[in-house]
């Protein structure tokens, strides 16, 4: 998930991590934005599926939970 919205945000293209959230107020031209961006971060998410290296490919530290629930 972190190397995911990591390659969407790098294309202009931010999601909160529980999902995807799109409304009326989004137009096409940016419904085939995130289209793009999420197809772009998909590839390069399955090589690093397909090569093990997820980790080496984050500039940064992975997606954790702040809160846990109880």
């Not at 190397?3 to 959230?21: D, K, M, P, S, Y």
């Not at 096409?28 to 590839?43: H, V, W």
Request: hydrophobic share 45%.
């Amino acid at each position: 998930m972190s190397l995911f919205l990591q390659e969407t945000a790098r294309r202009g293209v931010i999601f909160h991590f529980a999902g995807f959230n799109i409304s009326f107020s989004h137009s096409e031209a940016d419904i085939d934005e995130t289209l793009s961006a999420c197809e772009a971060a998909l590839r390069i998410l399955a090589d690093a599926l397909g090569d093990g290296r997820i980790g080496e490919r984050l500039a940064g530290k992975p997606y954790q939970e702040a809160f846990r629930r109880s």
